[in-house]
C-alpha cells in the first residue's frame, strides 16, 4: 500500500498501516463496528487519539494503539488519515428512516456542531456514511455515560435521544453521501 | 461549608433554560448555551477547541505576526499543549498552566535552546500561578496550594501544600478556574467566576477574592462575571483587573471591560448591569446601573481579555513603562471575530485611559469564517530581562517580544 506522506518516525509507532488492519485501507473501514477514519477532520483524529492515550476514553483495542505515541506523532497520523479520500458508503437507509433522519438530525441538534450535512469541522468528527454498527453504539454510549467528550457536549445532546431516535438517525447517517 | 452547597442549590434554581426546543426538559443543554434566548435558536455560534496535542510552529504562519516597528517576535518554546498562565522563577524557569488540561510545564532556558519539560499532572484545571521566594503557588478549580523549592527540584517536585482548598464544593461547570496574582500584602489573589453565562451567584462567585498564608478568605469585590487577567499598578498598588461579560445578548453587547479597585467592597455589576451602563434584560430589571462601579474601559464585545500584566521592564522604550498589555483570546459569540491580539493600553498619572491600541497581532486570518484565527494569545508576562512573552493555548506555543537590536 502506498504512503501519502514520508513518515519521520521508524516503522512500528506512527505507522498507517498499522491503523489500516482495523480501520481498512487508508481508513475506510468495511466492518460496521469500526469507525472510518479517512477524511475525518485533523483535530478530531488528534484530539481522539489523545482521549485514548490519556485515558478519557478507553477502547480495549484503542488504548494500547495510542499508548505509545507521542503528540508528534499523533498529530502526524491526523495529517495523513485527514487526507485521506472516503468511500463514499454501500449501506442504505431505509426509505422511512431516509425521510425522518434529517429531521431528528436537526431536532437532536446534530447539525448544529456536526454542520448542516454532518461533514465535522475542527474537533468534531464527520458523521456521514459512517459505519452504522459503530454509529449507534456511540450514540448509546454517550446517552449511557459510558462514553464522554472532553467539554461534555456530547453528553448533554445524547440525553434527549430515545432508542428509536438512535436507531434511525444510525441508518440514516450511516447511508448519507458526502456531497 | 454547607452555607455554600445550599446558597449553591437556590442559585442553580435561578438558572433559566431558555434554550427553546422541543425536547424532554431532563437534558440541559451543554454550559456555553445558557441563557441563549429563542430568537438566537439557529444561531451556529459555538466555542473552539484548543488542539489537545498541540501544533508545531513550522506548521503555523508565524510570519504573520506584527508588532510595532522598533519590536520583534519570535517563537521562543513550543510543544506545550494548552499553554496558559505564566510565572517566572527565581532562576528564570518559566512556569506555564493550563486551564483544558491538567499539566503545568517548566521551561528552562539552557544557552539559548529551551527546554520543557511537564513538572506537575493530574491537577485540576491549573491556570492560576504565581512564583514567589522560592515558591510555585497553583490555582486550581478547588483549591490553591504552594510548592516550595520547586525550581530545584523539576525532575522531582515536592508534594502540593494546600493553602485554602472546597473553592468548587460541587464540582459544578462554571467559570471555575482561577488566575492568581500576588498582592502588595502579601496575598494572594484570584477570581471566583459566575457558575454560568448569566445566572444569579452565590455571595462568592462573581467575584474577586483574596487569601493569606493561613488560608483566610475575604472578598476583594463582587458582581466580576469572570476575571482570569489581574496585576497591581507599580505606583498606586491598586488592583486592575480584565472581565468577561455575557454571552448570548448581542455581537455589540456587553463589552468585555477593564477595572480598577480602588476601594474596599466595590460592586461592578453582574448579574444586574453590564459594561456599566447596560442593565440586564432579566436581572436588571428590577436595579439601576447608577448602583453599580463602571468599568476603566470598554474592550470590545466578545474579545475575551484574558492575562494582563502592567508593563515595569527594562527593556521596553519609556513610552510603555506603566502600560498594560492585555492577551485578547478572541471571540466565539459574535458573527464578526474580534480579538486575537495583544492590546496596550496607556493610562495617566490619574489612572485615565489615554489610549488603547494593539500591539501583537497577526493571529486573526478571516474574521468570518470558523475558525477565524490560526493562534489565540492568552497570558503576557514580562521576563526579569524586560522581554515579554505571549502564550498561546490554542497551539501550545509561547512566542517572545523583544527590542529589535
Known amino acids: ?179 | 461549608m454547607n452555607r455554600i452547597f445550599i446558597a449553591a442549590a437556590i442559585a442553580a434554581a435561578f438558572v433559566v433554560p431558555a434554550f427553546a426546543q422541543d425536547k424532554p426538559a431532563a437534558s440541559p443543554p451543554p454550559s456555553w448555551q445558557q441563557g441563549k434566548p429563542q430568537g438566537m435558536s439557529e444561531s451556529t455560534l459555538h466555542p473552539f477547541a484548543i488542539e489537545v496535542t498541540g501544533k508545531a510552529a513550522k506548521d503555523l504562519p508565524i510570519n504573520k505576526l506584527k508588532v510595532p516597528s522598533g519590536f520583534k517576535v519570535e517563537v521562543w518554546a513550543e510543544g506545550m499543549p494548552g499553554a496558559r498562565t505564566m510565572a517566572q522563577g527565581d532562576k528564570g524557569t518559566v512556569f506555564v498552566g493550563t486551564r483544558q488540561l491538567k499539566e503545568v510545564y517548566a521551561v528552562v532556558d539552557r544557552g539559548g535552546k529551551r527546554e520543557v519539560k511537564t513538572v506537575l499532572k493530574g491537577l485540576d484545571a491549573p491556570n492560576g500561578l504565581v512564583f514567589n521566594k522560592g515558591t510555585l503557588f497553583v490555582a486550581e478549580r478547588g483549591r490553591i496550594t504552594r510548592y516550595d523549592g520547586i525550581e530545584n527540584q523539576l525532575d522531582n517536585p515536592p508534594q502540593a501544600k494546600v493553602i485554602v482548598d472546597n473553592l468548587d464544593p460541587n464540582n459544578q461547570p462554571g467559570h471555575f478556574w482561577k488566575f492568581l496574582a500576588l498582592g502588595p500584602d502579601g496575598k494572594l489573589y484570584f477570581n471566583i467566576g459566575a457558575p454560568g453565562n448569566i445566572v444569579m451567584p452565590t455571595y462568592m462567585e462573581a467575584s474577586i477574592m483574596r487569601v493569606d498564608m493561613k488560608g483566610t478568605l475575604e472578598t476583594v469585590a463582587q458582581g466580576v462575571r469572570n476575571s482570569v487577567g489581574m496585576d497591581f499598578h507599580p505606583k498606586t498598588k491598586e488592583l486592575w483587573f480584565t472581565n468577561h461579560a455575557r454571552d448570548w445578548l448581542s455581537d455589540d453587547l456587553p463589552n468585555d471591560t477593564l477595572h480598577r479597585v480602588s476601594r474596599k467592597g466595590m460592586h461592578f455589576g453582574y448579574p444586574y448591569c453590564h459594561q456599566g451602563d447596560t442593565p440586564d434584560p432579566e436581572f436588571g430589571k428590577h436595579r439601576s446601573c447608577k448602583e453599580f462601579a463602571p468599568p476603566a474601559l470598554k474592550l470590545g464585545a466578545h474579545i475575551a481579555p484574558i492575562g494582563m500584566r502592567f508593563y515595569s521592564g527594562k527593556m521596553f522604550p519609556a513610552e510603555y513603562q506603566g502600560n498594560i498589555f492585555i492577551a485578547m483570546r478572541g471571540s466565539w459569540n459574535r458573527t464578526v471575530k474580534q480579538g486575537y491580539n495583544v492590546m496596550r493600553v496607556v493610562l495617566d498619572d490619574n489612572g485615565k485611559v489615554t489610549k488603547y491600541e494593539p500591539f501583537l497581532t497577526g493571529f486573526l486570518l478571516d474574521e468570518k469564517a470558523d475558525p477565524p484565527m490560526w493562534g489565540r494569545p492568552n497570558d503576557v508576562m514580562v521576563m526579569k530581562d524586560g522581554s515579554m512573552l505571549v502564550s498561546d493555548d490554542q497551539n501550545g506555543i509561547i512566542y517572545r517580544i523583544s527590542t529589535a537590536k
Request: hydrophobic share 40%; proline share 7%.
Open chain 1, 1 to 179: 500500500m502506498a504512503l501519502a506522506i514520508a513518515f519521520s518516525f521508524p516503522a512500528a509507532a506512527a505507522d498507517p498501516n498499522v491503523c489500516a488492519a482495523c480501520h481498512g485501507e487508508r481508513g475506510n473501514s468495511t466492518n460496521p463496528a469500526v469507525p472510518s477514519i479517512a477524511g475525518q477532520p485533523t483535530q478530531f483524529i488528534s484530539t481522539a487519539l489523545y482521549m485514548f492515550r490519556e485515558g478519557y476514553r478507553k477502547d480495549a483495542q484503542m488504548t494500547p494503539m495510542a499508548a505509545q505515541l507521542s503528540n508528534a506523532e499523533l498529530n502526524e497520523l491526523a495529517a495523513y488519515f485527514s487526507k485521506q479520500p472516503l468511500v463514499p458508503p454501500r449501506h442504505q437507509a431505509s426509505a422511512d428512516n431516509a425521510k425522518s433522519g434529517p429531521e431528528l438530525a436537526k431536532k437532536f441538534n446534530c447539525t448544529q456542531c456536526h454542520g448542516p450535512q454532518l461533514l465535522g469541522l475542527q474537533q468534531m468528527p464527520r458523521l456521514a456514511g459512517q459505519q452504522l454498527e459503530y454509529l449507534r453504539a456511540q450514540l448509546r454510549a454517550f446517552k449511557s455515560g459510558k462514553r464522554a467528550d472532553l467539554d461534555g457536549n456530547m453528553t448533554a445532546a445524547a440525553q434527549a435521544l430515545g432508542d428509536r431516535d438512535i436507531d434511525i438517525l444510525a441508518d440514516y447517517i450511516a447511508g448519507l453521501a458526502q456531497q
